[in-house]
Each structure stands twice: as structure tokens, then as C-alpha cells.
């Protein structure tokens, strides 16, 4: 009797105490990490940078902090192929399927397609492109084998939460470029519809649905107004988070029923531009953290340096949020990055 009351002592006091092992108690949700990113082309003075120093080469710098997050998604302005032919405008990117590597060394999970050079040589690469990052095991949304697939968000299941983003672009060159009901293309904002209807559904069948936006004019500081009317009636519809790029410069930031709009990420991995000048070389790395309901964001200045995104000193930093707040409309950056709404 005796020796059964020790054994049940010792039992006891050997037993870790609750919540000692480290697991979460029922019922709590851990945090949600996830990362966004700007244009990221591997073409051009990019590729050159690519072919002498490895495909790596363009991520040294921001890659620990994007392997870190949960989820990591940027918008690739570029078909990756060896295939097709050079449309007829002033610019045509084609990058080689080895550059891919680049991204899978990174951390990034997914990009959007939809954008104003994904067909730069037709829909033979751009549907070359989708085989290769399938290869890679790199998601994507906003361009597809006809509007159905164009349309059909990238998801991922992050600790029992489906996040999913949608890509789509108001920036094409003509209707040619548009996915169609049987014929492959990019996934067109020009008009409200099907871009809703997608994301109403996003909305349903998963627990966050971001739309990252391929929109505005080149080398402006502020968004159309068209833009802002779109975005949120993105929001009514359902998205959590709207994103935006093209312009190959930051823009500003916008809260609509307390949900974030973000209407220019900037460039990230991109050849500097001699008609946009200085300013296209100043990026960001955006992050956020889903903690429960409530969602956090932070901002990380970047400047691009020889094709290559660089983190940056206190000096550089406060200058990219003073920017920020003088573009953004009812937004705050604060001196750490982190972001909020003014109410």
C-alpha cells in the first residue's frame, strides 16, 4: 500500500505541469505569418546579373526573411520559357525556366501571373510558364488555360486556415491577352465581373482571400480613382486583403472597413528603370500575422541595388515611411514599420 501511495507521488511530481510541453492549449490558433512582394523579373539586366553570379543571387539578401513566414507570394513579370514569339510592343521579357530556382531558394510559394508580360511571347510560353512552375512546385494564380483557371485562386492550409490570393490585372495588352471561356489568357479586372464572382467564392471556401491587383499607371505616386472604387468593392465581396503593383513604385496605403489596401508594392527583383528614375529602385517586403482575428502588418524598406533587393539602415527606413505617409489616406506607419489604421 505503501509503495503504490510513493509510485503515485513520484507520477505526479514528475507529470510536466500544463502547457510545459509546449503545445498549444485546445482550441487556440496559432499565429498566421505571411510575406508579399513586388514585381520580380529575371530577365534583362536581371538575367545577365543571374547567368554571373547563380540564380540565387537576386534573393541573398531578403531570403532568410522570406523562408521564415508561413506564406511568401510575389507577382513574376515574366513568362519563364524558351518557347514562343515576341509580341509587338516596346517591352518583351522572357526569362530561362532555370531562374525558377531562385524563388524555390527564396522561400516563395506562389506568384501572380496576371500582369502586362505574361504573354509577352504568346500563349504557347505562357502556358510553358505554368509547366515550369509546376516543376519548380511554385503556385500561382491569374493566368490559365481559359478563364476558369485564370480565375482560380492560389491556397494554402496554414495551421487549419486556408489562405488563398487572387491575382488579376486591369494592365493588358488588348483583348487578345484576356483568358476566354476556351482559350488561355491572363484574368482581366477591366470589368467587375468575373473578378467579384471569384473572390465572392474565394470568400466561402476559404478562411483568407487576398486579390493582389496588377493595376495604375507607370511611375506614379498615387493610385487611380478608379482603383480605389475597385478595391473596395473587392472588400464588399469578400477579400481580406487587396495588393497592388505596376506601377514600379510605392504607393499608398488604405483601410476600408477596417480591412488594408496596399495599392503598390513596388518593384523587387527588377532592372532599374531610366524613365522612372530613382524612385523604382525604393521597395518594401510586406508582412503580416494573422494572431486569432486579428491582423497585424509590418513593413520592411528594401532599396534594389544592382538587380538584387537590399534591407537598408534606420536613415533609409524613416525616409521610406515618411513617404508612406505622405501617400497613404487614412493609414499610419510607424517608426518600426508597423502599420495601422487611423481611426
Do not use: C
Request: proline share 5%; charged share 20%.
Amino acid at each position: 500500500m505503501r509503495k503504490g501511495v510513493i509510485l503515485l507521488i513520484l507520477i505526479l511530481l514528475l507529470a510536466p505541469a500544463p502547457g510545459a510541453s509546449g503545445a498549444k492549449a485546445p482550441g487556440v490558433q496559432e499565429d498566421i505569418t505571411l510575406a508579399f512582394a513586388g514585381d520580380i523579373l529575371l530577365d534583362g539586366f536581371v538575367g545577365e546579373q543571374i547567368a554571373r553570379y547563380g540564380v540565387k543571387f537576386p534573393f541573398l539578401k531578403v531570403a532568410p526573411a522570406l523562408q521564415q513566414v508561413d506564406l511568401a507570394f510575389a507577382n513574376l513579370e515574366t513568362p519563364v520559357s524558351t518557347k514562343g514569339k515576341p509580341a509587338d510592343k516596346s517591352f518583351v521579357f522572357r526569362s530561362r525556366p532555370a531562374t525558377l530556382a531562385g524563388l524555390v531558394y527564396a522561400g516563395i510559394d506562389g506568384v501572380t501571373l496576371a500582369n502586362n508580360h505574361i504573354l509577352d511571347y504568346g500563349p504557347e510560353a505562357m502556358l510553358d510558364t505554368l509547366s515550369y512552375l509546376d516543376q519548380y512546385k511554385l503556385g500561382y494564380t491569374g493566368a490559365g488555360q481559359n478563364r476558369e483557371a485564370a480565375f482560380t485562386p492560389y491556397t494554402k492550409e496554414i495551421k487549419g486556415k486556408r489562405v488563398a490570393v487572387l491575382g488579376a490585372s486591369r494592365v493588358l495588352s488588348g483583348p487578345s491577352w484576356h483568358a476566354g471561356a476556351k482559350s488561355p489568357g491572363a484574368a482581366s479586372a477591366y470589368s467587375p465581373e468575373p473578378l467579384l464572382s471569384a473572390i465572392r467564392k474565394s470568400a466561402t471556401d476559404n478562411d483568407y482571400t487576398i486579390v493582389y491587383m496588377h493595376w495604375n499607371e507607370e511611375f506614379q505616386d498615387h493610385p487611380l480613382k478608379e482603383s480605389r472604387t475597385l478595391a473596395k468593392q473587392m472588400i464588399d465581396s469578400g477579400a481580406d486583403i487587396i495588393l497592388g503593383a505596376h506601377s514600379h513604385t510605392l504607393m499608398g496605403i488604405e483601410y476600408y472597413k477596417h480591412k488594408p489596401i496596399y495599392y503598390s508594392l513596388g518593384n523587387f527583383v527588377f532592372n532599374r528603370s531610366t524613365r522612372g528614375g530613382e524612385k523604382t529602385v525604393h521597395s518594401m517586403l510586406l508582412r503580416f500575422k494573422i494572431s486569432g482575428d486579428k491582423l497585424t502588418a509590418k513593413i520592411t524598406p528594401v532599396k534594389i541595388t544592382g538587380g538584387q533587393p537590399n534591407l537598408m539602415g534606420t536613415a533609409y527606413n524613416k525616409e521610406t515611411f515618411a513617404l508612406l505617409n505622405r501617400l497613404s489616406y487614412n493609414a499610419k506607419v510607424g517608426a518600426d514599420g508597423t502599420v495601422s489604421e487611423k481611426l
